[in-house]
């Protein structure tokens, strides 16, 4: 086997050993320790972690700002369109940032053919922010690709909140 089909194989093999990121983190995204198929991470992290750090469906609703600590990053498993997936949301309380990026949990190549959108809405739904972006892969460091901003990002500061009249 050489370098190219070698390279092939990794990408694609259903055995490849993945690594659970699922939970709450401070400053990095972490990982809890398991190491498994692709066909087990779901029964890992619902068994392990709770159901709360995994999401059935095609959309996800109601990820407010409230729910964060000060600063910290939450990666939650979706499972979505029969696939796999990591949301990864970064708050940065102290720099008024928040960031957001979807990495497909499978080989590199069916990655780019995911797409992901993010709205952010105010709590009156006058007022939406919306970004759609190509998922990225779970190969690529996550926590290289937030502190490249290389994501879903918003300065929470321009964000406005408009009451109810």
């Known amino acids: ?3 190219e089909q070698r390279c092939e194989h ?3 093999c259903p055995y490849q050993p993945l690594e659970c990121w699922a939970g709450n983190w401070k ?3 972490a990982k809890c320790g398991w190491q498994g198929k692709k066909s087990d991470l779901l029964d890992h992290v619902q068994l392990v972690h709770g159901l709360h750090w995994v999401h059935v469906g095609p959309t996800m609703e109601g990820a407010e700002f409230g729910g964060f600590d000060r600063s910290c990053i939450k990666v939650v498993l979706l499972c979505a369109f029969e696939e796999l997936f990591w949301l990864t949301m970064k708050h940065d309380v102290d720099n008024d940032i928040h960031q957001e990026v979807v990495q497909y949990i499978g080989p590199r190549s ?7 959108k993010i709205e952010f809405q105010s709590y009156d739904g006058k007022s939406t922010h919306t ?10 460091d ?4 937030l502190a490249a901003r290389h994501c879903f990002k918003i300065d929470v500061r321009y964000l ?3 009451l109810p009249d």
């Not at 996550?142 to 690709?145: T, Y």
């Open 1 to 3: 086997m050489n370098h």
């Open 10 to 12: 990794e990408d694609t």
């Open 27 to 29: 400053d990095t995204v």
């Open 110 to 116: 069916r990655a780019a053919q995911f797409e992901n």
């Open 131 to 140: 970004s759609t972006g190509k998922t990225k892969t779970c190969f690529e």
């Open 142 to 145: 996550i926590n290289e690709i």
């Open 160 to 162: 406005t909140l408009r």
